[in-house]
């Protein structure tokens, strides 16, 4: 669809376009694209390519593919990050095109810090351009084995 920002995204268009880190025929997995203030490092997405509005509109097959790639995601955040915890959510209300999100509760973050604002807490670690990509290009070995 022309007007989705998660389409555009996948043709390389957009202000959601961050470092794709693996991407088969059916599902992309890329890291948050950094702003003026950086992004967490390690904030991940998972979606499909094809354009579906919602988990429940996945094809068997897609959600397979989706559940795959957000284990891989995780076991590389988990690998690369040292985390004390990776979250993972499909939440399905900003933009309608299927999107998991896949992202670190990084160590020294407060335990008052709810899980969902954790991407958020000025303690966890943020990276600009240069950061975010050297991080995808370490997690892009957990999907291609190399």
Same mark, same amino acid.
């Given at each position: 669809?022309?007007?989705?920002?998660?389409?555009?995204?996948?043709?390389?268009?957009?202000?959601?376009?961050?470092?794709?880190?693996?991407?088969?025929? !059916?599902?992309?997995?890329?890291?948050?694209? %950094?702003?003026?203030?950086?992004?967490? !490092?390690?904030? $991940?997405?998972?979606?499909?390519?094809?354009?579906?509005?919602?988990?429940?509109?996945?094809?068997?097959?897609? /959600?397979?593919?989706?559940?795959?790639?957000?284990?891989?995601?995780?076991? /590389?955040?988990? /690998?690369?990050?040292?985390?004390?915890?990776?979250?993972?959510?499909?939440?399905?209300?900003?933009?309608?095109?299927?999107?998991?999100?896949?992202? %670190?509760?990084?160590?020294?973050?407060?335990?008052? +810090?709810?899980?969902?604002?954790?991407?958020?807490?000025?303690?966890?670690?943020?990276?600009? !351009?240069?950061?975010?990509?050297? $991080?995808?290009?370490?997690?892009?070995?957990?999907? +291609?084995?190399?």
């Amino acid at each position: 669809m022309d007007d989705c920002l998660i389409c555009a995204k996948h043709r390389g268009e957009g202000p959601l376009v961050g470092p794709e880190i693996w991407r088969d025929d !059916l599902v992309a997995v890329s890291h948050g694209s %950094p702003g003026d203030d950086g992004v967490l !490092l390690g904030y $991940l997405f998972v979606e499909t390519l094809r354009h579906a509005p919602y988990l429940d509109a996945l094809t068997d097959v897609e /959600a397979a593919a989706v559940g795959s790639a957000a284990r891989r995601a995780a076991m /590389a955040v988990r /690998a690369e990050l040292d985390p004390e915890h990776v979250f993972s959510a499909v939440i399905g209300r900003g933009i309608p095109h299927f999107h998991q999100h896949v992202f %670190p509760r990084h160590r020294g973050v407060p335990e008052e +810090t709810p899980w969902h604002e954790s991407a958020y807490a000025p303690e966890a670690p943020r990276g600009d !351009l240069a950061e975010v990509t050297a $991080l995808a290009d370490r997690l892009r070995r957990y999907f +291609t084995g190399v």
